[in-house]
Structures are given as C-alpha cells and as structure tokens.
DNA sequence: TTGACATGCAACCAAATGGTTGCATATTAT
DNA sequence: ATAATATGCAACCATTTGGTTGCATGTCAA
C-alpha cells in the first residue's frame, strides 16, 4: 500500500470532509457529496479522484449517478504501522492486545 | 490544537523521515538531521518549520546548536480524535479500555 | 425523441510548496 | 584576533495543487 498517497490525501481539509460525509452516509452520489459545499462540482470530482487513488474510497457505476463509499482500510493501516510507532508503551501494550483479539490473521 | 497543521506536516514523505530519525535519537542538532539526506540545509532547516509549526517538533538553544525534540502528543491526538471515527468496533473497545487504563485523567 | 440531469474531460490560472543559492550572524576553538 | 563551525534570512525558481470555466458525453423521463 502506498502510504505517501494516503497522507497526502488526508492533508486537505476539504478532503478530510468529504471522507467525514461518506463516513456519515455511505454511497453517496458525487451531487450528493457536492451539495452544500462552497466548491464547483469539477473541483469535488478532483478531490475524489485524489482520494480514490489512496484508496480511501471506491466507487461504483449506477446508471448515470456514481456512488461513493468509504474505505477505512488505508486509515487503519497508517495508524497501526506509521503512527503505531510513536505511541507510549501501554498504547504499545494494546496494539497488541488488539492483533491477538483479531486473532492475528493477518 | 490545530488538525490542519498536524495532517499538511505529516503530508511529506521527508518531514516523515526527519520525525523517524528524531524517533530514533532524540535532541538532534540541526547539523546532524540534515546528515545523509539529499537536500540542503535550508531545505532540512524549511521542513522543521514546518514540523515546529504543527507541535511536533521542540526545540532548545544550545550554543550554537540547535536541538530538536519529537513531540508524540499531536500525533497521538490526531490517532485518537480523527482516525478512531473510521475504526473497528473491536479497535473502539480497545481506545475505551486505554482511556481506562491510563486513569481517564484528561 | 427531446430535454433535463449526472458526470467526464481539458484548458487554464493563482497560490502554495519544496527546493536552490548567496550572504549574514552568532558561537566556539586555536 | 581569527578561522572554522552552526545556524538564520531572503530572494529566487520550477512544479504541484486547488480551483475555475466551458464543453462533451451518457442516461433517464416525458
């Protein structure tokens, strides 16, 4: 997985709001995420295709609406990996607790 | 405390580096960050503007030298705050169960 | 089938970003 | 005192970024 492009995503804030939407409501149309936004429809698209690429949402085709859904996965693994590692010991203690909960299938 | 800055320093690969190596020895000077790197000095010297800007880097006078210090908390803030909304339910047992274990003193 | 609706594509623009070079200043060592 | 070391500051530059406008395409409804 490409960890700049997912920190480089959740850099704008505008983004970080479109993904707080789709949290909100999954599957949502690119009108629907545009609605109420001080932003031009084109400049939305641009943002989720930023975001797509990061894998941070997927998108699939319904007539002529494209629905949009989040994918928390890139956000999992960046804080397990990446900021994981600055974290105190007894936050250490419980990452691995957790990797034991899930049953280390990974 | 201010999300943006945190998430924009957080956004380059090299100002991620610099924090690894901060990780690794803390106190660093200046000098001794830019070491090994393929960027200028005032390059090194931009890069930690920016990461003192979002809090997570401190630094100290000494001399001459200037040291630099990792701070987690942001970080950690950032984990908490914003990256726990997209996680797990098992994960949000495990942040309640933290919150716990660390005397619930905030 | 024709119009309305939802999205796609491309050119363009201003501002921010990441980098450089050159020079100034402050501190330490000889 | 002087030279070497460590950092600071400012101007400059290329590229990326975040946004716009205008037009094209695809799909649904009347």
């Known amino acids: 997985m490409d ?3 997912v920190f480089r995503a959740l850099a704008d804030a505008n983004r970080r709001r479109l993904l707080d939407r ?3 409501r999954n599957g949502q149309t690119l009108g629907q995420l545009c609605d109420g936004l001080a932003m031009t429809r084109q400049a939305v698209t ?3 295709h930023v975001l797509e690429e990061a ?3 997927a998108t699939r ?3 002529r609406e494209k629905l949009h859904f989040i994918n928390a996965v890139p956000i999992n693994a960046i804080a397990e990996r990446w900021i994981g590692k600055f ?3 007894v936050l250490g203690a419980l990452s691995d607790l957790k990797r034991r ?3 280390d299938s990974q």
Chains 1, 2 share one sequence.
């Open 61 to 63: 085709r319904q007539g």
């Open 46 to 48: 641009k943002h989720l």
């Open 87 to 89: 974290q105190q010991p």
């Open 55 to 57: 894998s941070l949402v």
């Open 101 to 103: 909960l899930e049953g």
């Open 3 to 5: 960890d700049d492009a």
């Open 22 to 24: 789709l949290h909100a």
